[in-house]
């Protein structure tokens, strides 16, 4: 394993801790990031391609943490488990960005086609650029972006999502590959239907994947012939098995190599869903999760978290006064005496003398 560090670890004072959680958790625009502590990017490589293109992958890791976070890279080779990946690791600075050139041959060390898992102690945004280099020109590439997903986003069974900007037509202008990684460890059962765009089904076909295998193939794969539409929609429904998948597509023009990527629609959080978990510090316990509900800290309430920036005297208690919190003295009794009587009841006799 390697190791390199340049730049950033999210701790969330209990104020906070809510609202910010809440905050890495809604999806940002198309193209944005997505933080999280198990990324996956989809589509990674190092290698020769269709036509001559010969394929790199650059990949950022933004650390938004207020100390430095060690991440994991582990590289899923396409077309089978991977219980065992190659592995890297890489130190990010507090609120600083690793910038990694040809991440499979340079910082992995390996070649060859997959998909890429960071994971991390604590949220990271991960971000790729897959491209075709011809030549020694970096300047002279033709690349597309692909985002790294939280697997929280995966779908499971009864599940399901689609991807558009599918085109594979007849002018042979651009060809469309789409595949997906499994991201628990599990086998997982899938359809793929391709529509024609006033809906039509033109092509389905069923796949299995075993833990963590990443798949990618080319539309033809769907049995509805080699350039079946020039505007499609795959419909991506997981049928069986305990896995859960993320899936993509790509359009790539046929004479320049220049790609496009087409994430899959995410699913959308339901009325009463929102957090998975909240990563916060040692005065709140519990995850947030319903098994490990959120709740205060043995000691976590200390007077500076109270409403009064005043010190407490010796024997005195905090009172509200109707307005606010005020350090008083608390009235005795003068103390030091005995019991002069007691009023009894029934069951008793005498009065304490």
Not at 81 to 105: K, Q
Not at 166 to 177: A, K
Not at 253 to 263: I, K
């Amino acid at each position: 394993m390697t190791e390199r560090k340049t730049t950033e670890r999210l701790w969330i004072s209990t104020p906070l801790a809510l609202l910010l959680a809440a905050a890495l958790l809604v999806p940002a625009s198309a193209g944005a990031g997505f933080a999280g502590t198990d990324v996956y990017v989809a589509s990674v490589g190092h290698g020769s391609g269709v036509g001559g293109s010969q394929w790199r992958t650059t990949l950022w890791i933004y650390n938004p943490n207020d100390t430095a976070v060690t991440c994991t890279l582990a590289f899923l080779l396409r077309n089978q488990a991977n219980p065992s990946p190659a592995t890297a690791t890489v130190t990010v600075d507090a609120h600083g960005v690793v910038r990694l050139e040809d991440v499979i041959a340079t910082t992995l060390h390996t070649s060859g086609y997959g998909a890429l898992r960071v994971t991390a102690p604590h949220p990271v945004v991960v971000a790729s650029r897959i491209y075709n280099q011809p030549g020694d020109d970096v300047a002279d590439t033709q690349g597309q972006f692909f985002a790294g997903l939280p697997s929280d986003y995966a779908i499971g069974v009864g599940e399901s999502t689609d991807l558009v900007g599918v085109g594979q037509g007849s002018d042979g202008s651009f060809r469309y590959n789409f595949g997906f990684v499994e991201v628990t460890g599990q086998q997982v059962q899938l359809r793929v239907t391709l529509h024609d765009e006033d809906g039509t089904v033109l092509g389905t076909k069923d796949y299995t994947l075993e833990g963590r295998e990443p798949v990618q193939v080319n539309l033809s794969d769907l049995g509805a012939g080699s350039t079946p539409t020039a505007n499609g929609r795959l419909h991506v429904e997981v049928t069986g098995g305990a896995g859960k998948v993320l899936a993509f597509g790509s359009g790539i023009a046929n004479v320049s190599q220049d790609p496009s990527t087409f994430e899959m629609t995410l699913k959308q959080l339901a009325a009463g869903d929102g957090l998975t978990r909240v990563h916060h510090d040692a005065t709140l316990t519990g995850d947030g999760t319903a098994a490990s509900p959120l709740g205060l800290a043995d000691g976590a309430v200390t007077a500076g978290k109270l409403a009064t920036a005043d010190t407490p005297n010796a024997g005195e208690a905090l009172v509200y006064t109707g307005s606010g919190l005020e350090w008083q003295q608390v009235a005795g009794g003068g103390g030091g005496g005995d019991i002069t009587a007691v009023h009894a009841g029934e069951g008793l006799t005498g009065g304490g003398d």
